[in-house]
């Protein structure tokens, strides 16, 4: 901004050096007036003199021709470049009051007119971003000034997703939906979004969306997911298994979701070969495998920053969240703590899982993170750790999330 504001300066000052240019003329053009006056009078002087030396007779007529005639060549001599140009004259006065209108009518005209603030957001979106809370807080400074972005919006429903701030991932989304059309993806992203704003229910308005996604494209991949799990949840454990078969065959198998989504069509074949009423822990998976993912558990110490004791409450929730690294953004298991408790530790199992058909144990890398909410809504934590990275197929440490940083 700094740059701009300089060049706007140096416009200003060459514009203002036009409109003096005049003022600074005068002096020369009135010096060269005043010269070439003395010059006429001069020669009016001497034509006079000589014609009254021919009045006494003491100059004869041919002497008074030849001394008008040199008069008249040193007149023309004097005076060759000629009298200065005749124009209209402005004087001093209205040049130094256009001067001092320029600056103010420029200003007050870029003030109703200009664009400071794109200037302003167009140098901050040059320089990289050191975080995602940076990178929404631009985004959403950009959908403030150029609300007809389509890519801004998508790219803030996106972030908000990671953010786990569902319900403003939904406003994006719908946002870039009206600027764009109901393309069957980002359909998806909002039914998927709108799912978990509404607490993981179902609604009609839901299947709707997915239902018109699958229309314009059946193998949209948010849209299976969404069908696969409101299937699941409802019993339906055939239509779950169909939904994610065809999710899954667009999926590349190295993918960590593309085992979570095997262990939910897993657990939706086995929940088929049974009862409807055996719990859904029993029947998920083979006998030889369950043991396995019952014990399953990642060590977890959450630690609150000294610097931070005075600035929360012991009665304010602390919220600890697992997800998979590379998985969907919601949390694949969560623990609710309070200050009073920190600093502490204990183990996220399967059994904190948030989602049937998604355990801790079926994914390869999780990532946790702890937060700190005066409210009680996880959505708007005050404070928050960084993210920990850890390895489910390995013994691992016990992760420490040490809240120390601004939400």
């Known amino acids: 901004m700094t740059q701009f504001w300089i060049y706007a300066v ?28 003395l010059n006429i009078a001069l020669y009016e002087e001497h034509i006079a003199e000589l014609e009254a030396q021919h009045a006494s007779g003491a100059l004869s007529a041919e002497k008074l021709a030849e001394g008008r005639l040199e008069a008249d060549r040193e007149l023309l001599e004097d005076t060759k470049e000629g009298r200065p140009r005749q124009s209209a004259n402005l004087g001093t006065a209205l040049p130094l009051l256009a001067a001092l209108l320029v600056p103010v ?38 959908v403030r000034i150029q609300p007809e972005s389509v890519d ?16 403003k991932a939904a406003d994006a989304f719908e ?14 992203q909002y039914a998927q979004a709108l799912y978990f704003a509404n607490g993981n229910r179902w609604s009609e308005r839901l299947q709707g969306l997915v239902d018109e996604a699958l229309r314009q494209n059946p193998d949209e991949a948010t849209s299976l997911g969404l069908v696969g799990i409101a299937a699941f949840e409802a ?8 939904a994610w078969t065809r999710l899954q065959k667009g999926l590349n198998p190295q993918e960590d979701s593309y085992g979570a989504i095997q262990t939910g069509i897993d657990r939706a074949r086995a929940a088929l070969a049974n009862s409807p009423d055996i ?44 997800r998979a690294q590379n998985g969907p953004p919601m949390p694949l298991a969560a623990k609710r ?8 530790r204990f183990a996220l199992t399967d059994a904190d899982s948030l989602m049937p058909n998604l355990k801790l144990s079926s994914v390869e890398r999780l990532e946790l993170k702890a937060s700190v909410s005066s409210g009680g809504d996880a959505m708007n934590a005050q404070w928050a750790s960084q993210s920990v990275m850890v390895d489910t197929s390995k013994e691992n440490e016990p992760s420490v999330l040490l809240i120390d940083q601004k939400n």
Do not use: C, H
Not at 175 to 188: C, K, Y
Not at 337 to 344: H, N
């Open 105 to 142: 009518a420029g200003i007050g005209l870029y003030f109703v007119w200009g664009a400071s603030d794109k200037v302003a957001l167009t140098l901050s979106l040059a320089e990289e971003p050191k975080s995602l809370e940076e990178m929404i807080g631009r985004l959403e400074e950009v």
């Open 175 to 188: 946002e870039t939906i009206t600027l764009v059309g109901r393309q069957p993806d980002l359909l998806g």
């Open 235 to 242: 019993g339906r454990y055939q239509d779950a298994v169909d």
């Open 279 to 322: 719990a859904v822990q029993e029947a998920v998976m083979p006998r030889d495998q369950s043991a396995a993912v019952d014990t399953y558990a990642v060590q977890v110490e959450v630690v609150l920053d000294q610097a931070l004791v005075d600035q929360v409450s012991a009665t304010d929730t602390v919220f600890v969240f697992a």
């Open 152 to 167: 801004a919006w998508y790219f803030l429903g996106r972030n908000y997703m990671t953010q786990q701030q569902p319900q």
């Open 337 to 344: 703590l309070s200050v009073a408790d920190l600093p502490v």
């Open 10 to 37: 140096l416009l200003l000052v060459a514009a203002l050096f036009i409109l003096l240019w005049p003022v600074l003329r005068v002096r020369k053009d009135q010096s060269e007036e005043d010269r070439t006056a």
